[in-house]
Protein backbone atom coordinates (compact mmCIF):
# COMPACT_ATOMS: atom_id res chain seq x y z
CA UNK A 1 0.00 0.00 0.00
CA UNK A 2 1.35 3.05 -0.51
CA UNK A 3 2.03 5.55 1.71
CA UNK A 4 1.95 9.29 -0.54
CA UNK A 5 -0.39 10.95 1.55
CA UNK A 6 -3.01 13.13 -0.74
CA UNK A 7 -2.40 16.93 -2.35
CA UNK A 8 -3.75 19.70 0.12
CA UNK A 9 -4.98 21.57 -3.11
CA UNK A 10 -5.90 21.41 -6.37
CA UNK A 11 -4.40 22.98 -9.60
CA UNK A 12 -6.91 24.51 -11.59
CA UNK A 13 -6.69 27.08 -14.65
CA UNK A 14 -3.63 27.63 -16.22
CA UNK A 15 -1.03 30.24 -15.65
CA UNK A 16 -0.55 32.13 -18.87
CA UNK A 17 2.76 31.46 -20.54
CA UNK A 18 3.75 35.04 -20.47
CA UNK A 19 4.47 34.63 -16.68
CA UNK A 20 6.04 31.39 -16.53
CA UNK A 21 8.72 32.58 -17.59
CA UNK A 22 9.16 35.03 -14.67
CA UNK A 23 7.45 32.77 -12.15
CA UNK A 24 9.65 29.56 -13.12
CA UNK A 25 13.21 31.51 -14.37
CA UNK A 26 12.72 30.27 -17.98
CA UNK A 27 16.15 31.30 -19.57
CA UNK A 28 18.59 31.17 -16.66
CA UNK A 29 19.30 27.28 -16.80
CA UNK A 30 22.30 27.85 -19.38
CA UNK A 31 24.65 30.29 -20.30
CA UNK A 32 27.76 29.87 -23.67
CA UNK A 33 29.06 27.01 -21.52
CA UNK A 34 26.48 25.73 -19.80
CA UNK A 35 26.25 24.54 -16.46
CA UNK A 36 23.25 21.97 -16.37
CA UNK A 37 22.06 19.85 -13.85
CA UNK A 38 21.38 16.22 -15.93
CA UNK A 39 19.71 12.91 -14.72
CA UNK A 40 21.56 10.23 -14.65
CA UNK A 41 21.48 7.72 -17.70
CA UNK A 42 19.58 4.88 -16.77
CA UNK A 43 20.82 1.07 -16.83
CA UNK A 44 20.66 0.68 -20.66
CA UNK A 45 20.50 3.67 -21.85
CA UNK A 46 21.04 4.00 -25.23
CA UNK A 47 22.87 7.09 -27.36
CA UNK A 48 22.68 9.71 -25.28
CA UNK A 49 21.45 13.23 -26.16
CA UNK A 50 21.57 16.19 -23.60
CA UNK A 51 18.96 19.08 -22.81
CA UNK A 52 19.53 22.32 -21.04
CA UNK A 53 17.19 24.95 -21.12
CA UNK A 54 18.36 28.43 -23.05
CA UNK A 55 21.03 26.53 -24.79
CA UNK A 56 21.94 27.38 -28.20
CA UNK A 57 23.52 25.94 -31.05
CA UNK A 58 24.33 22.75 -29.58
CA UNK A 59 24.93 19.33 -31.26
CA UNK A 60 23.08 17.39 -28.19
CA UNK A 61 26.52 16.68 -26.04
CA UNK A 62 26.53 17.53 -22.53
CA UNK A 63 28.77 20.21 -23.19
CA UNK A 64 26.97 21.46 -26.17
CA UNK A 65 23.35 20.52 -25.25
CA UNK A 66 20.04 21.33 -27.23
CA UNK A 67 17.57 24.12 -25.88
CA UNK A 68 14.27 22.31 -26.34
CA UNK A 69 13.26 19.07 -26.00
CA UNK A 70 11.66 19.07 -28.67
CA UNK A 71 14.97 19.49 -31.02
CA UNK A 72 16.78 16.49 -29.11
CA UNK A 73 13.89 14.63 -30.21
CA UNK A 74 14.43 15.27 -33.70
CA UNK A 75 18.10 14.95 -33.65
CA UNK A 76 17.86 11.35 -31.36
CA UNK A 77 17.86 8.40 -33.45
CA UNK A 78 15.44 5.10 -32.54
CA UNK A 79 16.45 3.64 -29.09
CA UNK A 80 18.53 6.97 -27.72
CA UNK A 81 17.82 8.36 -24.14
CA UNK A 82 17.21 11.92 -24.14
CA UNK A 83 18.50 13.64 -20.34
CA UNK A 84 16.98 16.76 -19.70
CA UNK A 85 18.47 19.06 -17.51
CA UNK A 86 16.79 20.81 -14.74
CA UNK A 87 14.66 23.93 -15.84
CA UNK A 88 11.28 24.73 -17.15
CA UNK A 89 10.83 24.06 -20.85
CA UNK A 90 7.99 25.91 -22.61
CA UNK A 91 6.97 23.72 -26.01
CA UNK A 92 5.15 20.51 -26.94
CA UNK A 93 6.72 16.83 -27.38
CA UNK A 94 5.80 15.12 -30.25
CA UNK A 95 7.18 11.46 -30.00
CA UNK A 96 6.58 9.12 -32.85
CA UNK A 97 10.08 6.80 -32.32
CA UNK A 98 11.24 4.67 -29.83
CA UNK A 99 13.07 6.45 -26.94
CA UNK A 100 13.77 7.73 -23.31
CA UNK A 101 12.92 11.06 -21.49
CA UNK A 102 14.49 11.44 -18.89
CA UNK A 103 14.28 14.38 -16.06
CA UNK A 104 15.42 12.62 -12.86
CA UNK A 105 17.82 10.07 -11.63
CA UNK A 106 14.91 8.51 -9.61
CA UNK A 107 12.33 6.43 -11.20
CA UNK A 108 10.87 5.72 -8.06
CA UNK A 109 10.29 9.11 -6.84
CA UNK A 110 7.90 11.95 -8.62
CA UNK A 111 9.01 14.79 -5.70
CA UNK A 112 12.61 14.40 -7.59
CA UNK A 113 10.95 15.32 -11.00
CA UNK A 114 12.96 18.81 -11.58
CA UNK A 115 12.58 19.31 -15.32
CA UNK A 116 9.26 20.95 -15.73
CA UNK A 117 7.15 20.89 -18.96
CA UNK A 118 4.51 23.68 -19.50
CA UNK A 119 2.70 22.88 -22.55
CA UNK A 120 1.08 25.84 -24.52
CA UNK A 121 -1.00 23.81 -26.26
CA UNK A 122 -2.90 20.52 -26.12
CA UNK A 123 -1.08 17.57 -25.73
CA UNK A 124 1.80 18.31 -23.48
CA UNK A 125 3.78 14.84 -24.68
CA UNK A 126 1.88 13.16 -28.22
CA UNK A 127 3.67 9.57 -28.26
CA UNK A 128 2.29 7.72 -31.14
CA UNK A 129 2.96 4.52 -33.59
CA UNK A 130 4.41 0.89 -32.67
CA UNK A 131 7.21 1.83 -30.59
CA UNK A 132 8.44 2.08 -27.69
CA UNK A 133 8.47 5.36 -25.47
CA UNK A 134 9.72 5.89 -21.53
CA UNK A 135 9.04 8.79 -20.27
CA UNK A 136 10.56 9.29 -16.53
CA UNK A 137 11.11 12.09 -14.18
CA UNK A 138 9.13 14.71 -15.68
CA UNK A 139 6.92 17.22 -13.90
CA UNK A 140 4.11 18.38 -16.59
CA UNK A 141 1.77 21.62 -15.11
CA UNK A 142 -1.43 22.74 -16.33
CA UNK A 143 -1.26 21.03 -19.64
CA UNK A 144 -4.54 21.33 -21.50
CA UNK A 145 -6.09 18.14 -23.76
CA UNK A 146 -3.47 15.81 -21.13
CA UNK A 147 -0.18 15.57 -20.02
CA UNK A 148 0.40 12.38 -22.23
CA UNK A 149 -1.50 11.17 -24.79
CA UNK A 150 -0.77 7.65 -25.73
CA UNK A 151 -2.30 6.25 -29.30
CA UNK A 152 -2.19 4.27 -32.29
CA UNK A 153 0.12 1.63 -30.77
CA UNK A 154 2.55 2.26 -28.52
CA UNK A 155 4.03 1.05 -25.59
CA UNK A 156 4.36 3.80 -23.24
CA UNK A 157 6.20 3.76 -19.20
CA UNK A 158 5.54 6.77 -17.12
CA UNK A 159 7.60 6.70 -13.85
CA UNK A 160 8.11 9.10 -11.09
CA UNK A 161 6.60 11.44 -13.05
CA UNK A 162 3.74 14.35 -12.01
CA UNK A 163 1.34 15.47 -13.73
CA UNK A 164 -1.00 18.40 -12.25
CA UNK A 165 -3.76 20.83 -13.44
CA UNK A 166 -4.73 19.33 -16.69
CA UNK A 167 -7.29 21.28 -17.89
CA UNK A 168 -9.90 21.58 -21.02
CA UNK A 169 -10.66 21.09 -23.76
CA UNK A 170 -10.70 16.95 -22.32
CA UNK A 171 -8.71 17.34 -18.88
CA UNK A 172 -6.99 14.23 -18.24
CA UNK A 173 -3.62 13.49 -16.57
CA UNK A 174 -2.70 10.77 -19.41
CA UNK A 175 -5.12 9.20 -22.04
CA UNK A 176 -4.42 6.13 -23.79
CA UNK A 177 -6.23 4.86 -26.86
CA UNK A 178 -4.88 1.78 -28.45
CA UNK A 179 -1.76 1.64 -26.75
CA UNK A 180 -0.27 -0.24 -23.67
CA UNK A 181 0.35 1.56 -20.84
CA UNK A 182 2.45 1.30 -17.82
CA UNK A 183 2.54 3.98 -15.06
CA UNK A 184 4.63 3.60 -11.36
CA UNK A 185 5.76 5.86 -8.76
CA UNK A 186 3.62 8.80 -10.42
CA UNK A 187 1.50 11.62 -9.29
CA UNK A 188 -1.65 12.25 -11.13
CA UNK A 189 -3.71 15.00 -10.09
CA UNK A 190 -6.04 18.06 -10.05
CA UNK A 191 -7.08 17.34 -13.89
CA UNK A 192 -10.43 18.89 -15.07
CA UNK A 193 -12.11 14.96 -16.13
CA UNK A 194 -9.53 12.09 -14.53
CA UNK A 195 -6.08 11.77 -13.61
CA UNK A 196 -5.69 7.99 -15.93
CA UNK A 197 -7.78 7.18 -19.15
CA UNK A 198 -7.17 3.71 -20.59
CA UNK A 199 -9.66 3.26 -23.48
CA UNK A 200 -10.67 2.51 -26.71
CA UNK A 201 -8.29 -1.10 -27.26
CA UNK A 202 -5.42 -0.07 -24.60
CA UNK A 203 -4.13 -2.12 -21.79
CA UNK A 204 -2.48 -0.85 -18.46
CA UNK A 205 0.16 -1.28 -15.53
CA UNK A 206 -1.16 0.64 -13.04
CA UNK A 207 0.97 0.47 -10.05
CA UNK A 208 2.07 2.84 -7.11
CA UNK A 209 0.74 5.85 -8.10
CA UNK A 210 -1.08 8.85 -6.12
CA UNK A 211 -4.03 9.80 -8.09
CA UNK A 212 -5.74 12.70 -6.37
CA UNK A 213 -8.19 15.44 -6.29
CA UNK A 214 -9.17 14.87 -10.00
CA UNK A 215 -12.63 16.27 -10.68
CA UNK A 216 -14.61 13.63 -12.99
CA UNK A 217 -12.52 10.51 -11.68
CA UNK A 218 -9.80 8.71 -10.32
CA UNK A 219 -8.60 5.90 -12.96
CA UNK A 220 -10.96 5.17 -15.57
CA UNK A 221 -10.69 1.94 -17.48
CA UNK A 222 -13.02 2.00 -20.62
CA UNK A 223 -13.13 -0.34 -23.38
CA UNK A 224 -9.54 -1.75 -23.05
CA UNK A 225 -7.85 -4.65 -24.52
CA UNK A 226 -6.58 -7.81 -22.47
CA UNK A 227 -6.50 -7.91 -18.81
CA UNK A 228 -5.23 -4.17 -16.69
CA UNK A 229 -3.97 -4.21 -13.24
CA UNK A 230 -4.01 -1.49 -10.90
CA UNK A 231 -2.27 -2.13 -7.89
CA UNK A 232 -1.19 -0.23 -4.71
CA UNK A 233 -2.18 3.23 -5.56
CA UNK A 234 -3.54 5.56 -3.40
CA UNK A 235 -6.85 6.91 -5.20
CA UNK A 236 -8.05 9.58 -2.70
CA UNK A 237 -10.31 12.77 -3.05
CA UNK A 238 -11.21 12.62 -6.78
CA UNK A 239 -15.41 13.84 -7.48
CA UNK A 240 -17.98 11.33 -8.78
CA UNK A 241 -15.70 8.18 -9.29
CA UNK A 242 -12.21 6.55 -7.37
CA UNK A 243 -11.79 4.05 -10.07
CA UNK A 244 -13.97 3.07 -12.84
CA UNK A 245 -14.17 -0.01 -14.79
CA UNK A 246 -16.19 -0.12 -17.82
CA UNK A 247 -16.85 -2.98 -20.66
CA UNK A 248 -13.00 -4.17 -19.85
CA UNK A 249 -11.41 -6.81 -17.40
CA UNK A 250 -9.58 -5.74 -14.68
CA UNK A 251 -7.16 -6.98 -11.50
CA UNK A 252 -8.14 -4.00 -8.47
CA UNK A 253 -5.66 -4.95 -5.68
CA UNK A 254 -4.05 -3.52 -2.94
CA UNK A 255 -5.55 -0.06 -3.77
CA UNK A 256 -6.76 2.61 -1.24
CA UNK A 257 -9.65 4.15 -2.64
CA UNK A 258 -11.28 7.09 -0.12
CA UNK A 259 -12.94 9.95 0.10
CA UNK A 260 -14.33 10.10 -3.48
CA UNK A 261 -16.83 13.14 -3.74
CA UNK A 262 -19.93 14.27 -4.89
CA UNK A 263 -19.95 14.31 -8.65
CA UNK A 264 -22.59 15.13 -11.78
CA UNK A 265 -23.78 11.23 -11.48
CA UNK A 266 -21.71 9.35 -8.74
CA UNK A 267 -20.11 8.97 -5.49
CA UNK A 268 -18.32 5.36 -6.07
CA UNK A 269 -15.16 4.26 -4.60
CA UNK A 270 -14.99 1.41 -6.98
CA UNK A 271 -17.80 1.13 -10.13
CA UNK A 272 -17.44 -1.60 -12.39
CA UNK A 273 -19.99 -2.12 -15.32
CA UNK A 274 -20.93 -4.45 -18.43
CA UNK A 275 -22.80 -2.03 -20.83
CA UNK A 276 -21.94 -2.97 -24.15
CA UNK A 277 -19.79 -6.17 -23.55
CA UNK A 278 -18.90 -8.93 -20.90
CA UNK A 279 -17.25 -7.77 -18.14
CA UNK A 280 -14.77 -9.04 -15.73
CA UNK A 281 -13.05 -8.18 -12.41
CA UNK A 282 -11.00 -9.39 -9.51
CA UNK A 283 -10.82 -7.08 -6.59
CA UNK A 284 -8.86 -8.18 -3.69
CA UNK A 285 -7.23 -6.72 -0.76
CA UNK A 286 -8.05 -3.04 -0.81
CA UNK A 287 -9.22 -0.30 1.53
CA UNK A 288 -12.30 1.03 0.12
CA UNK A 289 -13.45 4.08 2.46
CA UNK A 290 -15.33 7.57 3.16
CA UNK A 291 -16.65 7.61 -0.31
CA UNK A 292 -19.94 9.31 -0.52
CA UNK A 293 -22.01 6.62 -1.98
CA UNK A 294 -21.13 3.19 -2.51
CA UNK A 295 -17.63 1.21 -1.77
CA UNK A 296 -17.60 -0.94 -4.25
CA UNK A 297 -20.82 -0.84 -7.39
CA UNK A 298 -21.06 -3.77 -9.50
CA UNK A 299 -23.83 -3.30 -12.67
CA UNK A 300 -24.75 -4.64 -16.05
CA UNK A 301 -23.49 -7.59 -17.76
CA UNK A 302 -20.58 -8.00 -15.13
CA UNK A 303 -19.05 -10.87 -13.25
CA UNK A 304 -15.94 -11.56 -10.56
CA UNK A 305 -14.55 -11.97 -7.55
CA UNK A 306 -14.67 -9.32 -4.20
CA UNK A 307 -12.45 -10.65 -1.96
CA UNK A 308 -10.70 -9.62 1.60
CA UNK A 309 -11.36 -5.76 1.26
CA UNK A 310 -11.69 -3.55 4.14
CA UNK A 311 -14.61 -1.58 3.58
CA UNK A 312 -15.86 1.23 5.84
CA UNK A 313 -18.22 4.36 6.23
CA UNK A 314 -19.61 4.77 2.70
CA UNK A 315 -22.49 6.25 1.89
CA UNK A 316 -24.92 8.89 2.83
CA UNK A 317 -24.86 10.03 -0.70
CA UNK A 318 -28.30 12.28 -1.34
CA UNK A 319 -30.17 11.58 -4.63
CA UNK A 320 -32.51 13.70 -5.04
CA UNK A 321 -35.33 12.19 -2.49
CA UNK A 322 -33.04 9.63 -1.55
CA UNK A 323 -29.92 9.60 0.82
CA UNK A 324 -27.83 6.24 0.20
CA UNK A 325 -24.90 4.14 -0.43
CA UNK A 326 -23.36 1.02 0.68
CA UNK A 327 -20.49 -0.94 1.34
CA UNK A 328 -21.14 -3.53 -1.66
CA UNK A 329 -23.75 -2.56 -4.05
CA UNK A 330 -24.77 -5.61 -6.90
CA UNK A 331 -27.66 -4.60 -9.61
CA UNK A 332 -28.66 -4.50 -12.88
CA UNK A 333 -28.55 -8.45 -13.61
CA UNK A 334 -24.76 -8.43 -12.71
CA UNK A 335 -23.55 -12.00 -11.80
CA UNK A 336 -26.35 -13.40 -13.73
CA UNK A 337 -23.84 -15.40 -16.24
CA UNK A 338 -22.24 -16.69 -13.13
CA UNK A 339 -23.08 -15.41 -9.49
CA UNK A 340 -20.53 -12.39 -8.22
CA UNK A 341 -18.95 -14.22 -5.09
CA UNK A 342 -18.59 -11.52 -2.46
CA UNK A 343 -15.79 -13.29 0.47
CA UNK A 344 -13.73 -12.64 3.48
CA UNK A 345 -14.40 -8.98 3.58
CA UNK A 346 -14.77 -6.82 6.44
CA UNK A 347 -17.50 -4.33 5.87
CA UNK A 348 -18.18 -1.65 8.66
CA UNK A 349 -20.34 1.53 9.16
CA UNK A 350 -21.49 1.91 5.42
CA UNK A 351 -24.76 3.79 5.33
CA UNK A 352 -28.11 1.95 3.83
CA UNK A 353 -26.20 -1.50 3.80
CA UNK A 354 -22.98 -3.42 4.21
CA UNK A 355 -23.73 -5.72 0.91
CA UNK A 356 -26.97 -5.02 -1.26
CA UNK A 357 -28.24 -6.90 -4.25
CA UNK A 358 -31.05 -5.54 -6.60
CA UNK A 359 -32.80 -5.88 -10.10
CA UNK A 360 -31.96 -9.43 -11.10
CA UNK A 361 -28.33 -9.50 -9.62
CA UNK A 362 -27.13 -12.76 -8.59
CA UNK A 363 -24.21 -13.39 -5.93
CA UNK A 364 -22.52 -15.79 -3.25
CA UNK A 365 -21.64 -14.37 -0.19
CA UNK A 366 -19.73 -15.99 2.09
CA UNK A 367 -17.80 -15.96 5.24
CA UNK A 368 -17.39 -11.75 5.87
CA UNK A 369 -18.11 -9.62 8.58
CA UNK A 370 -20.69 -6.91 8.34
CA UNK A 371 -21.18 -4.52 10.98
CA UNK A 372 -22.36 -1.29 12.19
CA UNK A 373 -24.87 -0.14 9.08
CA UNK A 374 -25.80 2.62 9.54
CA UNK A 375 -29.26 4.23 8.85
CA UNK A 376 -30.11 5.67 5.40
CA UNK A 377 -33.88 7.17 4.09
CA UNK A 378 -35.31 6.79 0.86
CA UNK A 379 -38.71 7.44 0.15
CA UNK A 380 -40.11 4.39 -1.44
CA UNK A 381 -37.42 3.54 -2.81
CA UNK A 382 -37.84 0.07 -2.75
CA UNK A 383 -41.29 -1.30 -2.36
CA UNK A 384 -42.28 1.39 0.15
CA UNK A 385 -39.25 0.49 2.75
CA UNK A 386 -38.38 3.58 4.03
CA UNK A 387 -35.04 3.88 6.73
CA UNK A 388 -32.85 0.89 5.64
CA UNK A 389 -29.67 -0.04 7.77
CA UNK A 390 -28.90 -4.11 6.62
CA UNK A 391 -26.13 -5.75 7.18
CA UNK A 392 -26.99 -7.70 3.66
CA UNK A 393 -30.31 -7.04 1.76
CA UNK A 394 -31.32 -8.48 -1.57
CA UNK A 395 -34.74 -6.46 -3.47
CA UNK A 396 -35.85 -6.89 -6.31
CA UNK A 397 -35.54 -10.51 -8.13
CA UNK A 398 -32.12 -10.70 -7.17
CA UNK A 399 -30.88 -13.90 -5.17
CA UNK A 400 -28.08 -14.55 -2.98
CA UNK A 401 -26.68 -17.81 -1.28
CA UNK A 402 -25.64 -15.96 2.00
CA UNK A 403 -23.97 -18.50 4.33
CA UNK A 404 -20.94 -18.25 7.04
CA UNK A 405 -21.44 -14.44 7.56
CA UNK A 406 -20.83 -12.62 10.99
CA UNK A 407 -23.79 -9.89 11.12
CA UNK A 408 -23.45 -7.32 13.73
CA UNK A 409 -25.25 -4.40 15.34
CA UNK A 410 -26.91 -3.23 12.11
CA UNK A 411 -29.56 -0.73 12.49
CA UNK A 412 -32.45 -1.95 10.90
CA UNK A 413 -31.88 -5.99 9.77
CA UNK A 414 -29.33 -8.18 9.83
CA UNK A 415 -30.39 -10.00 6.39
CA UNK A 416 -33.07 -8.44 4.82
CA UNK A 417 -34.91 -9.52 2.02
CA UNK A 418 -37.91 -8.43 -0.26
CA UNK A 419 -38.81 -9.17 -3.48
CA UNK A 420 -35.76 -11.61 -4.21
CA UNK A 421 -35.95 -14.64 -5.93
CA UNK A 422 -37.17 -16.82 -3.22
CA UNK A 423 -36.06 -20.30 -5.35
CA UNK A 424 -32.83 -18.93 -5.76
CA UNK A 425 -32.59 -17.45 -2.06
CA UNK A 426 -30.81 -18.90 0.91
CA UNK A 427 -29.64 -18.20 4.08
CA UNK A 428 -27.53 -20.85 6.59
CA UNK A 429 -24.93 -20.50 9.00
CA UNK A 430 -24.55 -17.52 9.62
CA UNK A 431 -23.79 -15.62 13.05
CA UNK A 432 -26.69 -12.57 13.54
CA UNK A 433 -26.33 -10.61 16.97
CA UNK A 434 -27.09 -7.38 18.12
CA UNK A 435 -28.86 -6.31 15.41
CA UNK A 436 -32.70 -4.19 15.64
CA UNK A 437 -33.90 -7.13 14.04
CA UNK A 438 -32.33 -10.43 12.91
CA UNK A 439 -33.81 -11.32 9.53
CA UNK A 440 -36.58 -9.95 7.56
CA UNK A 441 -38.03 -12.31 4.18
CA UNK A 442 -40.76 -10.58 2.61
CA UNK A 443 -42.34 -10.53 -0.60
CA UNK A 444 -39.92 -13.60 -2.06
CA UNK A 445 -40.66 -14.46 -5.66
CA UNK A 446 -40.97 -17.94 -6.90
CA UNK A 447 -40.83 -19.77 -3.52
Not at 169 to 196: D, F, K, M, Q, R
Amino acid sequence: MSTKQPLSHRTSGAVPAALFAAILGVGTGCSAEPECAYPTAPDGAGDLVHVCVGAVDGDGSAAAPYGTISEAVAAAAAGATVLIAAGSYIENVVVSQSLQLVGSSDATDYTAAAAVLLAPSSWAIDVSGTVEVTIQGLRIVGPSGAGVWAHDGPSVAIAGTHVEGARAPYGYGVVATAASLEITHCNLSGSELAGVVVGLGSTAIIDDNLVANNQRGGIWLLNGAGTSEIARNTVTGNAELGVAVYDSVAIIDDNLVADTADGLAAADGIIVAGISVPTSVEIRGNDVSDNARVGIFITGDTVGIIDDNLVARNGGHPAGSVQWGAGIFIQSGAGMASPVTVSRNDLSDNTYAGIALYGGARAIIDDNRVASTQLGFTTAMVSGIEDPGDGIAVFAGAAATISANTIEACLRAGIFTDGAAGSETSVAGNSITANDRAIVLQGQSGD
